[in-house]
């Protein structure tokens, strides 16, 4: 990171529920620091279930553990296989084990400490363990920092359908630390630079200038700690601002989709694997941003702006040769934002604000996919 | 039924929670008319996943499926294995298998016809396809219309404890039809008694008296319409009560519990076979009664009129010898009741009114539950 701020940037963003208010706050070096948040929220002393995955939990495990025994906390570990796939009941149902075997009561705080994969399940976990415990998310990937940890939703995948099962659960907190970033891998970086995008796209004109005034956005060593901190805050500001207006997804949370719908197909027919959340997302970002140029919802220009500062974050915008376009049209039918069988599409009108498009014309939809086949 | 009300009583008990009310229908021949409350809660028309077991479904599917049809609504089914043994994460996750294949979108039901094992894996099911979609309850046995259908608590057994997964979500409608009791093997009849009894000896003295005052209670069939109507309205009526004070169980709702933290051990070390639900409640009101009077909060005599009228109920006041005193002691530590290793009990003090004691000494628990061995 850059040595331009000496004294590293911090941040709170709060999502605004009226239910259950909560904070997000954002500070180099948070990690170590858990234990203030956790008194801040009232949580010192409890028991605590720290989920994680191998790789996480090598880096950064002991660190998490040591904050939460500062905050006399009672630690139990479970660390769940890394992956997509993963992403199951099955897994789910070895953090109950773990959970009974801890005898974890009602006052017990479920940590998650990973990417969105970990902060799904943990967050699922925890919506239905003894109908329902706290949560504390720790996002370590860009993705989950901007996007996964907050707003509740929580879930697994059914081996035919992402995210299918799954409940709202508001996290008590989250706490982002953007120094963890260092150890992500560089193509993780840049899935989450498709979520950052996103926000700009559909909410935020400010956020999408400066990324397009930025040199590089594929590798975080040459994104310097004020972006860095600028992306950060925009975007979980943006998504706090969001899911604030519509916690459970009548209708405004619809936005957050966008590029979502053809990136969902992508990645189911891919198995979750040649392509990960964030390069398919950008996929749909590129396909619906031409499906709303096609229907005249917007210009061309602003399209071409889109796709290269995708290009940029080194993200594909193209579906891979490999799938059947007419698979991606049939796995859209199958999707669950399918209302009475029409597909609904998020597409731009500005840089900044996005429309809900309920019945797009099957033929558009089509030309769309078969425009965007290709390499890379 | 007796032939003296040639009318059949009808009646709505409302659940008033703020964020979601709803009504308890109770009225015989309800179930060929579920279509004008599917009708009242704006449900006509939906996609429908009923479940049910082979027996429930048996007596009343077709029916149940006539007047869904009626109400233009588009029916699948789900037929899981009958018993508390099959109130699994894996059953839940058959009701997932249809969901998908039946393309169930976030508009759809889910309907139990059944008793409270379907009721809460329905429930369950429900709230958490496509992070909760509607539920209706349509209860067959008697615990199921007095207890288990009503209030939101939802979920599944751990193999290695009850309910201990799960979710809090409010029906949209509860249809009691008391003429299907008539199906009920008489042994789940009385089990259903425990849990009226219990509304007697909590809330509601004039229940209580007129359970008293019956000749028996232990078969349906020398039950007249008017007692068992009265016995429908005011359980449901003191569930819907206390829910609405407390719907996530933060105090009031423990009364519900009355029985159940000793019934809970004596389900689980029995491994939900030998002993069903209502007859460890019935056990466990008895134990925790002779508690509430050693502990000199309750008078014996009292204690004594509600031992009566559980063995009129034909149900069993004794911990069966095969289990052994301390396996009970240790099985209530790991109960999820428990706050910071204590033992929580709910303890009567007049017949329509209980207090919650939550350090109980372990000896006097320890001496109650030796004098509750036996057999019967
Ligand atoms: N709940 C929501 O609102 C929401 C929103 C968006 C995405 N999601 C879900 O999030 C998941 C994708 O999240 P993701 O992209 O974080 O995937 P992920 O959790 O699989 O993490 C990506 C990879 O990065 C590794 N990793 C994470 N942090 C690291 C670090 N600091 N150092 C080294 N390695 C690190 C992980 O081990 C993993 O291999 C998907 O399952 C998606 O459905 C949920
Ligand atoms: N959610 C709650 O608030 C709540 C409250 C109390 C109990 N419960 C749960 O409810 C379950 C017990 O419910 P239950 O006693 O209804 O058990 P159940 O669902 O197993 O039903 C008992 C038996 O009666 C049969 N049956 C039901 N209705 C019938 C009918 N009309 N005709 C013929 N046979 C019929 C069933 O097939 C079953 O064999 C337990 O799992 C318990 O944990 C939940
Ligand atoms: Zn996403
Ligand atoms: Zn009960």
């Known amino acids: 990171m850059s040595d331009l701020s000496p004294v590293p940037a911090s941040a709170v963003v709060r999502v605004d529920l009226p239910q259950q208010p909560y904070s997000i706050a954002i500070a180099a070096g948070l990690l170590d620091r858990l234990s203030v948040q956790f008194q801040d929220v009232g949580l010192t002393g409890k028991q605590v279930l720290l989920v994680s995955n191998p790789v996480v939990f090598k880096h950064y495990g002991d660190r998490a553990i040591a904050a939460l025994e500062a905050a006399n906390c009672k630690v139990t570990t479970a660390i769940l296989p890394a992956g997509e796939r993963y992403k199951t009941l099955r897994s789910v149902s070895k953090l109950y084990d773990v959970a009974l075997k801890a005898r974890l009561e009602r ?70 630390d953007p120094d963890v970033l260092r150890t992500l891998p560089a193509r993780e970086w840049r899935a989450g ?60 949370r619809a936005i957050l989709n966008y590029g979502h719908t053809i990136g969902h ?77 029409k597909v609904r599409f998020i597409l731009p009108q500005h840089i900044g604000a996005v429309t809900i498009a309920d019945s797009v014309p099957r033929d558009r939809l089509r030309e769309v996919i078969l425009g965007a086949m290709g390499n890379g």
Chains 1, 2 share one sequence.
Request: charge should be negative.
């Open 193 to 252: 630079m498709a979520e950052v995008i996103k926000y700009g796209i559909i909410w935020d004109r400010e956020l999408f200038e400066r990324l397009e005034a930025a040199e590089r956005l594929d590798r975080l060593r040459d994104v310097d700690a004020d972006l860095l901190h600028h992306i950060l805050t925009h975007s979980c500001r943006a998504k706090a601002e969001v899911v604030a207006k519509d916690e459970r997804e009548g209708g405004l």
């Open 265 to 341: 197909a992508v990645e189911s027919l891919t198995g979750y694997r040649s392509v990960n959340h964030g390069e398919a997302v950008a996929i749909g970002m590129v396909a619906a941003g031409r499906l709303a140029v096609k229907l005249e919802l917007w210009n061309a220009e602003d399209c071409d702006r889109q796709t290269r500062s995708i290009e940029k974050a080194g993200l594909p915008t193209h579906i891979p040769l490999a799938l059947d376009p007419d698979e991606i049209l049939a796995a859209l039918q199958a999707d669950k934002k399918v209302k009475a069988g």
């Open 107 to 176: 006052s017990a705080v479920f940590l998650a400490l990973g990417g969105g994969v970990i902060g799904d399940m943990t967050g699922f976990a925890a919506a239905t363990w003894l109908r329902g415990v706290r949560v504390v998310q720790v996002p370590t990937s860009l993705l989950a920092m901007v996007d996964a940890a907050i707003g509740g939703k929580t879930g697994v995948n059914h081996p035919r359908g992402k995210n299918l099962i799954g409940a709202f659960h508001q996290p008590s907190a989250v706490a982002i």
